[in-house]
């Protein structure tokens, strides 16, 4: 069935540390694929997309990739800063590409 | 301000009551999406919108939910006969209608059923 989610539910890092989050994703037919962070109280906050013809995009301090032999997708934060803790989802579209499936997140926790 | 737009921001209900929440989506986008998202968990997608079609409805929506857009614009979801379940942030997105499309969240809607 269709399902994402994420290795870790909590991850601690330093400030400036780079930042790596992780997702494994179930079916192998989806091409689209989008992180969003979430803060306390707030609705999903769009960070970077990714289609399945890629396999690395780059944003301002925000790298996806995606390794679709393994179905497997990661977010990495360069430099994080304590304004980087929330709460980070992957998600996929459904089999009739109508809506996103969401993972249950990974919460980042930034330390100064 | 021209982010998804949800009102109200919080809402206290009784069991029993009806409760109807509003998303005003981005100007330009077609598509309307309505999720739900309990404690510790992603986003459940409820159902969908293009225009004002309702095109489709997860099995998350019960028949004591209702979802509208007429005239393809803002957007109503109603819960009738509340249930301490139906307790949850109701999150409203929106998207162009192109194959590949960001969705833009709203600030969501928290619901308390008491």
């Known amino acids: 069935g269709e399902s994402v989610g994420l290795h870790l539910p909590t991850l601690s890092v330093q400030e400036g540390d780079n930042s790596i989050i992780n997702c494994a994703y179930s079916?192998?037919?989806?091409?689209?694929f989008i992180w969003y962070k979430q803060e306390s109280g707030k609705g999903p906050q769009f960070i970077i997309d990714i289609r399945s013809n890629m396999d690395k995009r780059q944003g301002q301090r925000v790298t996806v990739l995606l390794n679709k032999t393994v179905k497997h997708l990661s977010l990495q934060i360069a430099a994080t800063q304590p304004g980087d803790s929330a709460v980070y989802f992957c998600?996929?579209?459904?089999?009739?590409?109508?809506?996103?499936?969401f993972g249950k997140g990974t919460t980042l926790s930034v330390s100064s | 301000d021209t982010g998804v737009s949800q009102d109200p921001r919080h809402k206290i209900t009784k069991r029993g009551q009806n409760v109807t929440f509003r998303c005003d989506p981005i100007s330009e986008h077609n598509r309307l999406y309505w999720y739900r998202q309990t404690l510790g968990q992603g986003p459940e997608f409820l159902t969908y919108?293009?225009?004002?079609?309702?095109?489709?409805k997860s099995r998350l929506l019960s028949d004591r939910f209702s979802a509208e857009r007429p005239k393809g614009s803002f957007s109503t979801l109603e819960i009738q006969r509340t249930e301490q379940g139906d307790s949850a942030m109701y999150l409203c997105?929106?998207?162009?209608?192109?194959?590949?499309?960001?969705?833009?969240f709203g600030q969501g809607t928290r619901l308390t059923v008491v």
């Open positions: 919108f293009q225009n004002e079609a309702q095109l489709e």
């Open positions: 997105a929106s998207s162009l209608d192109v194959l590949y499309s960001r969705a833009f």
């Open positions: 998600a996929e579209k459904n089999q009739a590409g109508t809506a996103l499936i």
């Open positions: 079916n192998s037919a989806s091409d689209y």
